[in-house]
């Protein structure tokens, strides 16, 4: 009797066990296309397709908390236990970040707002990505860079009051492309900190057969230009020391999927970095125009750079610097300029160059993470051409760190960036045909009728569709 | 954002005095106003100036000598003069 007994209870328990294992099972596999908990080497971020709904549980709400690192797993478990939550999963990549489960039937803007007000919560957000999978978006890329949860221009999921799909649908333009190495970008800012961890992988050096700089009016012969041009020294090292170039340059290629920081709208390029404007962040209209200069040298001299991002600009109205803008469209570059911050009209008050109606130049204006355009913004109907992410916008800085900066300063790279996601998978098109590309490219935006020609704010998946 | 060094004020003074040809001590005690300027030449480019269109945290120094206002602009790292007798100047 008593060995019946106990091999009545041994099924018993090793059916309860199954069955709860087959549960959990069910569970993992519901989660896995929300997420990217695993680790991934530089570029080879997890593709996923539209996993669709028949298995969800979709009756409980998840939300994605990251806990403060003084918080110990025992003080997370309390808590989640206060509030009729349970940890469904940890993200190991990222410490004190888990999966929250509700079990007390609450919606995911309650449970977040519960998670908001506690002190021992960094960020606390509605794992909306199961959304994004459900409204068809099919193949998208995560990365799994450390701040890319902050970056509400690349994946606007309603963090920090935003609007959920506010983006350039990065994710989704990332399952065609992540650059390419082979695609150039001229920086032409305040220089790159070239060293740092976030970009060094995706700065430009000077192949051995380009031959090294010269130009007739350097007074000390050729220029070991390694990685670029410093005007405002004459020399070849265009480190920053004022933080602009370095943040637009992150935007741009910072590395991505590589677990520091950022992800930039490319993963993969080679950034130009050219240093024309001083540690306070102002250079001469010469200095602008001696650095382009270099551009157009480097391109005849082989160098496949395609991309001017130029966040920089005043109301000067030069001849000479549209002439080496135009000229520099003439030999296949493409110039994406900031709109201005004065919050004024361009088409009554021009912006250079953004204004050059040039047919290599886009003027970019900036929108907020609610796709407003932004108290600061320049705007015109006929003069400034598509909009992008400039409020909020976190990149690398000095020191080898990340900060948030505002301008369309900001708005301009993402711009820049998608012209290089284009190129890496078509080098051929030709300055008039990217240029179209980009425009025809947005989403429509109800507040940029009648204050930007496309209406619309830069969409990257659009832009690499169809190539 | 932190308060201002108070050595800005002092070289704003210095500068005004020398431009005015006064004394400093004709200049008043003079307003400061925390701000943000919308690129980063404050919004006083000097004539053939380019500059970076970022938001940039500073301050507006205003001071008053013999009844005429006059603005600084600044942040840690720069200072500028607005609109003297028609042009911008980098202190």
Redesign the interface.
């Known amino acids: 009797m008593s060995r019946n007994l106990w091999l009545n209870l041994s099924i018993a328990l090793a059916l309860i066990l199954i069955a709860a294992f087959a549960g959990r099972l069910h569970k993992w596999n519901w989660h896995r296309p929300s997420l990217q908990t695993s680790p991934s080497s530089r570029g080879s971020g997890q593709t996923e397709t539209d996993p669709g709904s028949d298995e969800s549980d979709s009756s409980k709400t998840e939300i994605l908390v990251r806990f403060r690192s003084n918080v110990s797993r025992d003080a997370i478990e309390n808590i989640t236990s206060r509030l009729n939550d349970e940890v469904e999963d940890r993200i190991e990549a990222v410490d004190g970040l888990d999966v929250i489960e509700d079990e007390d039937n609450r919606s995911a803007d309650e449970v977040v707002a519960q998670y908001r007000a506690l002190s021992e919560v960094e960020y606390a957000e509605a794992n909306s990505e199961i959304k994004l999978d459900h409204e068809g978006a099919g193949k998208h890329v995560h990365a799994n860079d450390e701040l890319f949860y902050k970056q509400w221009g690349l994946f606007n999921h309603g963090q920090d009051g935003g609007k959920s799909g506010a983006d350039i649908s990065a994710m989704q333009a990332w399952a065609v492309t992540k650059g390419s190495d082979q695609v150039v970008v001229a920086v032409l ?2 220089g790159v900190d070239y060293t740092h961890p976030d970009l060094a992988g995706n700065i430009w050096t000077r192949p051995e057969v380009i031959k090294q700089y010269e130009d007739e009016d350097l007074t000390e012969g050729a220029i070991d230009d390694v990685h670029g041009f410093n005007v405002v020294e004459d020399n070849g090292d265009p480190m920053d020391d ?1 933080g ?1 170039g370095t ?1 637009c340059a992150g935007i741009i290629g910072a590395e991505g999927g590589n677990e520091v920081g950022i992800a930039g709208v490319n993963w993969i390029v080679k950034i130009m970095p050219l240093r ?2 001083d ?8 200095d ?1 125009i001696e650095a382009i200069n270099y551009v157009i040298n480097r391109k005849r001299a082989g160098v496949n750079v395609r991309v001017i991002s130029a ?6 109205n ?1 001849h000479a610097l549209e002439d080496v803008i135009r000229k520099a469209g003439q030999e296949g570059i493409l110039f994406v300029a ?6 004024s009209d361009n088409d009554a008050k021009p912006h250079y160059p953004a204004s050059y109606g040039l047919n290599n130049v886009i003027s970019v204006a900036a929108l907020d993470r609610n796709d407003e355009l932004t108290s ?1 913004s320049n705007w015109g109907a006929t003069s400034v051409d598509i909009a992008a992410p400039g409020q909020q916008i976190v990149s690398t800085w000095l020191n080898h760190g990340f900060e948030e ?6 708005a ?1 790279p993402f711009v820049a960036g998608v012209a290089a996601l284009i190129l890496s998978t078509n080098t051929a098109i030709s300055i008039d045909d990217l240029r179209t590309r980009l425009l025809n490219s947005v989403d429509a935006v109800p507040s940029l009728k009648g204050k930007v020609a496309t209406g619309g704010r830069i969409n990257a998946a659009k832009a690499v569709a169809s190539q | 954002m932190s308060s201002i060094d108070p050595a800005i004020i002092i070289k704003a003074r210095s500068d005004l005095a020398q431009r005015l040809g006064v004394d400093e001590s004709e200049i008043g005690e003079g307003q400061v106003e925390q701000t943000d300027f919308p690129d980063a030449s404050l919004g006083a480019p000097l004539e053939d100036e380019m500059s970076a269109q970022m938001i940039t945290p500073g301050w507006r120094i205003r001071l008053k000598v013999r009844g005429e206002t006059y603005e600084y602009r600044a942040t840690a790292r720069q200072l500028r003069l607005v609109n003297f007798k028609g042009r911008n100047y980098r202190v």
Do not use: L, P, Y
């Open positions: 800012d305040s004022n602009h943040h024309f404007m540690s306070d962040g102002a250079g001469t209209t010469k602008a966040s920089w600009g005043s109301t000067i030069s900031a709109a201005g911050n004065d919050h600061f900066r505002q301008g369309t300063s900001m301009t």
